[in-house]
C-alpha cells in the first residue's frame, strides 16, 4: 500500500511537504492532485533511472519540488496558493509502462487513499 501524510490546513504562502511511503519498490512513484468536478493532475513522478519529472504547468512547477529516498516519495511546494487546495494522490507502478506515460492516470496500479491539503487566505 501507499499512505501519505503531511496534508491538511496552511496559509497561502508557506510551504507544504507531503510524504508517501510505500511497502515495496516500485518503477514508477507519482504525486497527482484532484478538486471536486476536476480530472486528477498530474505534478510530478520520480522514475527511476531518469529522476523526477514535474509537470508542464508553470504556476505549479516553479514551486514544486519531487524527490525519492529509498520508498518515500516527497512532495514540496513553496509558496501556497488558494488554488492549490485539493486531495493530493500518491501513485505507483512497476510496469514498464509508466516509464512513457508516468503523466498520466492510465499506467497507475497503486493509489494512496489521498490527503486533503487545504490552503487559507
Same mark, same amino acid.
Given at each position: 500500500p501507499l499512505v501519505e501524510s503531511g496534508g491538511g490546513l496552511v496559509q497561502a504562502g508557506d510551504s507544504l511537504r507531503l510524504s508517501c511511503a510505500a511497502s515495496g519498490r516500485y518503477l514508477c512513484?507519482?504525486?497527482?492532485?484532484?478538486?471536486?468536478?476536476?480530472?486528477?493532475?498530474f505534478v510530478g513522478?520520480?522514475?527511476?533511472?531518469?529522476? +523526477? %519529472? =514535474? !509537470?508542464?504547468?508553470?504556476?505549479?512547477? +516553479? %514551486? =514544486? !519540488?519531487?524527490s525519492k529516498d529509498a520508498n518515500i516519495l516527497y512532495l514540496e511546494m513553496n509558496n501556497m496558493r488558494l488554488e492549490d487546495t485539493a486531495v493530493y494522490y500518491c501513485a505507483a507502478d512497476r510496469r514498464s509502462d509508466c516509464r512513457g506515460y508516468y503523466y498520466t492516470t492510465s499506467p497507475y496500479t497503486y493509489w494512496g487513499s489521498g490527503i486533503q491539503v487545504t490552503v487559507s487566505a
Open positions: 512513484m507519482a504525486w497527482f492532485r484532484q478538486t471536486p468536478g476536476s480530472e486528477r493532475e513522478a520520480v522514475i527511476e533511472g531518469r529522476g +523526477a %519529472r =514535474t !509537470t508542464n504547468t508553470d504556476s505549479i512547477k +516553479a %514551486r =514544486t !519540488t519531487i
